[in-house]
């Protein structure tokens, strides 16, 4: 058990609704990141928030967006859901929050949450 | 553009085998090299991870070798047991010491060990 945790474990919905991902980081983390794992793409980076605040962006799409929140919890909203947004989606946060050439903030991450878009 | 690239894609090993996982990568930003493995219906679990200023570590049954120059990187795993049978993945970090993080995996490994 990594210590993050994910809500909801499996989420099945329809095309052109919205969902909503949770994601609780380890205690003491400041550093959230969303990936998306499908068989085409792989595992892909997708957001980070540190402390609150949008760190790093990578593949995701405009109908995505996240936010953390101040109890470091955070929420990954798709929108507009397209059958090929099917996928794993995982949360991970980072097991350092200093910064330094000793820190590697290794990533730690949850169980995910299996979207099925029907 | 896979900016991580791994091989094979699928690894058949017997009991008591030597399994071995490739990655190349391009981009020399790259200062942080960890492995990931994943059971079936699981999230991807931190295996083991080398920095760059280091040709080898090992933890258990576990190796990573790492090769600067030619920017390649492979895990060995000694003595493979069933229990090893998952999905490897490695990946790769830049900005050591920054709160930035992002990782660039590889398209993993199906390692299947024979009894």
């Known amino acids: 058990d990594s210590g993050v945790t994910q809500t909801p474990k499996h989420l099945i919905t329809a095309t052109g609704q919205r969902v909503t991902l949770r994601c609780s980081p380890r205690s003491g983390d400041l550093s959230v990141y969303w990936y998306q794992q499908s068989l085409d793409q792989g595992l892909q980076f997708l957001i980070q928030y540190y402390n609150g605040e949008e760190r790093a962006k990578g593949n995701i799409l405009e109908r995505f967006s996240a936010q953390q929140f101040p109890d470091l919890h955070s929420e990954l909203n798709l929108s507009s859901l397209e059958l090929g947004d099917s996928a794993l989606y995982f949360c991970?946060?980072?097991?350092?929050?200093?910064?330094?050439?000793?820190?590697?903030?290794?990533?730690?991450f949850g169980p995910g949450t299996r979207l099925t878009v029907l | 553009q896979q900016q991580v690239k791994q091989s094979p894609q699928s690894l058949i090993v017997q009991k008591g085998g030597i399994s071995i996982i490739n990655c190349a990568y391009e981009n020399t930003a790259f200062d942080y090299f960890p492995w990931y493995q994943q059971f079936p219906g699981k999230g991807p679990a931190l295996l083991i991870a080398i920095r760059p200023d280091v040709s080898e570590k090992k933890e258990g049954r576990f190796t990573i070798s790492f090769n600067k120059s030619a920017k390649q990187f492979s895990l060995h795993i000694m003595d493979s047991q069933p229990g090893d049978s998952a999905t490897y993945f490695c990946a790769a970090k830049k900005d050591r010491g920054s709160t930035l993080g992002r990782l660039y995996f590889g398209r993993g490994t199906q390692l299947t060990v024979w009894p």
């Open positions: 991970a946060s980072s097991v350092a929050t200093r910064e330094g050439p000793s820190s590697y903030n290794e990533q730690f």
